[in-house]
Structures are given as C-alpha cells and as structure tokens.
C-alpha cells in the first residue's frame, strides 16, 4: 500500500513557477513508476509527466515540454514536479500517482493516486 500527498500548489501568475512535491508512504516508493495528471474543469483527466523507478527515464506531454521537470528521490519517497513558464491553460487539479507499469501515460495503469492540489494561472 502506498499512501500520496500532493503540495506546492497555488496561484501564480502567467510566466511564473511552481514547484508540486509528492510524498509517499511505506518503504516500496522505489519500486513505481511515478506520474503526474492533471484535471481541468469540464475535462479528462490527461498525462503531463511520467518517470521511471530509477529516475532515469522520463516522458512529457507536448503541453508542457521544456517547461516542466519531473524528478525523484527515492531517499525521501518524493517526487517533483517543477513547473516554469506557466500558462492559463496549465491551470488544473494535478494528481500523483504510482504504479507498476513502465513508463506508462495511461491513467488506469496506475494504482495509487494522491488527492490533488489545485494549481491556477492568472494571465
């Protein structure tokens, strides 16, 4: 079992950064594969950024890529999410998640998910 909580989020101005850390529970955190998803209002929840177990392997979505960086450290059961050049349309309820398949984008492939912390771009 692994437990995930979510935090950094807030509102930032168009332009502006954020940094998302995830914290998880339990001794296995290195074993996952680690995402972050976001969902905006009215819409699908969609991939923004996955990394492998180790770290070495990354995937972004068109979206935010040269823009965000997902990252890991195993020794403290958290994973990142630093955002720059933030945009209106990066405003989102973005999501943690964990799960045992490698490097995938798909949301049901992942078995444990955070609660969410809402992040809103003002232009």
């Known amino acids: 079992q692994v437990q995930l909580v979510e935090s950094g989020g807030g509102l930032v101005q168009a332009g502006g950064s954020l940094r998302l850390s995830c914290a998880a529970s339990g001794r296995t955190f290195s074993r996952y594969s680690m995402g972050w998803f976001r969902q905006a209002p009215g819409k699908e929840r969609e991939f923004v950024a996955i990394l492998s177990r180790s770290g070495s392997s990354t995937d972004y979505a068109d979206s935010v890529k040269g823009r965000f960086t997902i990252s890991r450290d195993n020794a403290k059961n958290t994973v990142y999410l630093q955002m720059n050049s933030l945009k209106p349309e990066d405003t989102a309820v973005y999501y943690c998640?964990?799960?045992?398949?490698?490097?995938?984008?798909?949301?049901?492939?992942?078995?444990?998910w955070g609660q969410g912390t809402q992040v809103t771009v003002s232009s």
């Open positions: 998640a964990a799960g045992t398949y490698s490097s995938s984008t798909y949301p049901p492939h992942y078995t444990y």
